[in-house]
């Protein structure tokens, strides 16, 4: 039907039951349910092993799953349409040290099935956007920290995913580009991009997220808009609900808090 | 406007070539040490064995001794090319992890581990170029078998490009890929008669030889070249494809079950 496109009706991500026990018998998840809908933004909160990166693994195709189903608008994370429509920024930049910052992204662009034209379209605009003109030339491995941050980020959106997962995008970089990141973040949003971010900045969730899941043992344990987790919590800030929520998961489990 | 592309379907194709071209471009940016090198040494090889020795050695197989050591040591500097570029290639993306740029992209397990490979083709290919024009300068070595030769040679880079990528997987330091190199590949390749043909061996050098796999891909390459082989041209080609069916196999398992890739 004209006018209807199924990736709007679908929501953007949606995971039944997603199961991941690593090699060494760690339970990472643990049957997790989670529905992020189309056009959202999306945080997603919790201690540091708390299934966050592997869960944002799983979505992405980088880990093998213990059981469970991802869909990415309706279709199997692991299909190739649903692989085109994500673009991730890990926690830890992870660039091609024998490529420039302008190949970096023209290069990706072409992994992700981009024109050669619409690659190097995209690559420019990329590089003005994240402030990486003076280093347009330059191999990853010259970069500062920040800048290789920024070329991630960069890298991450430059195939224009519907679905941008940020795995701390902000750790260590600079109150300017954090500001103008969200800026252009949010412009994203409005345009219809489906934003999940991961962040130990909980101001940053709470002014950003319009709804956020506290992940803990691998498992979702409370979920709503900012304003709903203090209600629930009976908290005045989102850093009183994460203590809390934490605190009271570790009591549950019998851990000293 | 909207953020997002317009086009549905990914075209996994375009970004294999892209991967291709990425391997090829590692090649380039590294030239001194992946071409350069290498086909110096080889010219060493042929300069000091063939060209010093060979007034000694008159003939071996009906060939002058120059001539004759020309295809084994071309095929022994591919194969350590193809290689050792898909095994360092693989391992340095593993280890910083660009891989996963690679592995989230809209490919099918094949054509990753297609466009990972092509590198060590590559290099090998430019290398064998190189070398042959350099030592049918030298030597006069001919080309007796050209399509024979060519699928010897296809055959040789998918071994041992294949070879490099499942070394470069499993691999968990860089000194692995190198102890490959220089343990296994390196000597079986001198005792697979780069040097000599293996029927002047007394027994049972003669016959151990016979159960060193690399010995049926430097006969390959020797029968393309020069139209002579230490066994039948049937079983070295037979072997050959055996083993880079084997060994490509392993490779496309590592991709398509994500073992050693995905946590």
């Known amino acids: 039907m004209p006018g209807l496109n199924p ?78 429509l994500v673009g991730v920024a890990e926690q830890d930049p992870n660039l091609d040290r024998f490529l420039t910052v302008r190949e970096a992204l023209v290069y990706h662009g072409g992994y992700f099935g981009l024109t050669k034209e619409r690659s190097l379209e995209r690559a420019e605009a990329m590089i003005d956007v994240f402030d990486l003109r003076a280093k347009a030339d330059v191999r990853a491995p010259k970069l500062s920290g920040g800048q290789r941050r920024r070329l991630q980020l960069a890298r991450a959106l430059l195939h224009e995913p519907r679905l941008v997962i940020l795995d701390e995008p902000t750790a260590g970089v600079d109150i300017e580009l954090r500001r103008e990141l969200w800026r252009y973040i949010r412009r994203l949003q409005r345009e219809g991009t489906t934003i999940v971010l991961t962040t130990h900045y909980l101001e940053e969730a709470e002014a950003l997220c319009e709804d956020i899941a506290l992940i803990a043992g691998g498992r979702i344990v409370a979920r709503s808009t900012p304003a709903g987790l203090k209600r629930q919590f009976d908290a005045k800030t989102l850093e009183e609900v994460y203590l809390r929520a934490v605190a009271g998961l570790r009591m549950r489990e019998g851990a000293p808090s | 406007m909207s953020a997002h592309r317009d086009d549905a379907s990914p075209d996994p194709w375009r970004s294999t070539y892209w991967l291709c071209a990425r391997e090829c471009l590692r090649v380039s940016k590294l030239w001194t040490q992946t071409m350069l090198a290498p086909v110096i040494s080889s010219i060493l090889f042929i300069l000091v064995f063939g060209l010093s020795l060979g007034g000694r050695i008159r003939e071996v197989a009906g060939f002058p001794y120059d001539e004759f050591i020309v295809p084994g040591l071309i095929a022994m500097a591919m194969a350590q090319a193809a290689y050792s570029n898909n095994s360092s290639s693989i391992f340095q993306a593993r280890s910083d992890r660009y891989i996963n740029d690679v592995l989230a992209a809209p490919m099918r397990s094949w054509q990753m581990n297609l466009g990972m490979a092509i590198g060590g083709a590559y290099r090998g290919l430019l290398i064998g170029l190189a070398l042959l024009a350099l030592a049918a300068a030298l030597t006069g070595v001919p080309i007796a078998h050209p399509l024979l030769l060519a699928i010897a040679v296809l055959l040789l880079v998918v071994l041992f490009g294949a070879l490099g990528i499942v070394v470069g997987i499993y691999a968990e330091t860089f000194d692995h890929h190198t102890f490959i190199n220089n ?19 007394p027994s049972p050098w003669q016959e151990l030889s016979h159960a060193n796999p690399l010995f049926y891909i430097v006969n390959s390459v020797r029968y393309g070249f020069l139209g002579t082989s230490d066994v039948s041209v049937g079983l070295t080609f037979a072997v050959s494809a055996a083993m880079a069916i084997a060994v490509a196999a392993w490779s496309q398992y590592l991709f398509s079950t994500g073992h050693r890739l995905k946590p």
């Not at chain 2, 296994?184 to 043909?197: H, K, M, R």
């Open chain 2, 183 to 201: 343990i296994v590949i390196l000597p079986l390749t001198f005792v697979g008669g780069v040097f000599y043909s293996v029927d002047i061996l």
């Open chain 1, 7 to 84: 990736e709007n009706r679908e929501p953007a991500l949606r995971v039944r039951g997603l199961t991941k026990r690593y090699d060494d018998g760690t339970m990472a998840l643990d049957a997790l349910d989670l529905d992020v809908p189309s056009g959202e933004f999306f945080g997603l909160l919790g201690p540091n092993g708390a299934g966050k990166t592997t869960l944002i693994s799983a979505v992405t195709n980088l880990i093998r799953i213990t059981a469970g189903e991802v869909l990415v608008f309706g279709r199997p994370a692991t299909s190739l349409e649903a692989r085109r």
